[in-house]
């Protein structure tokens, strides 16, 4: 089993497909790391030798990837929220942040429905 940036790729998928496990890997970035470490993109995870690993390790590393662009994430949004921003506001209160409606939909974000009375009419 392949362990890169502390995640175990899954055995049984492509070599391209497994990439995308790790966070910040899309299908597109997957397939660029993949002919850039010269790796067949058809390999299944498992029958990866070392020096295959090796250069997609080497490859990975020159991007933003896994626990450094979670972080990353996470000082846009904590920096949006202490400058006083629409949408660090937005953050603060648990609603949607890009414009979507939350008269009906929004409960993802909002949670569960909190009846208010006289409301039914």
């Known amino acids: 089993m392949a362990r890169i940036k502390g995640v175990d790729l899954p055995n049984e998928k492509n070599?391209?497909?497994?990439?995308?496990?790790i966070y910040g890997i899309g299908?597109?970035?997957s397939k660029d790391i993949c002919t850039?470490?010269?790796v067949d993109m058809a390999k299944k995870?498992?029958?990866?030798?070392?020096?295959?690993?090796a250069a997609l390790r080497?490859?990975?590393?020159?991007?933003l990837v896994?626990?450094?662009?979670?972080?990353e994430v996470a000082m846009n949004i904590k920096n949006k929220m202490e400058i006083n921003s629409y949408q660090g506001s937005r953050h603060k209160k648990g609603l949607p942040v890009r414009g979507q409606r939350t008269r009906t939909n929004a409960r993802t974000r909002k949670g569960k429905p909190k009846t208010i009375a006289n409301k039914k009419k």
Not at 58 to 63: P, Q, S
Not at 66 to 71: A, I, P, S
């Open 15 to 21: 070599i391209w497909i497994a990439l995308t496990s």
């Open 27 to 29: 299908r597109n970035l």
């Open 36 to 38: 850039g470490a010269k």
């Open 45 to 53: 995870a498992k029958d990866l030798t070392d020096d295959e690993v």
């Open 58 to 63: 080497a490859e990975i590393d020159k991007h």
């Open 66 to 71: 896994e626990g450094d662009l979670r972080r």
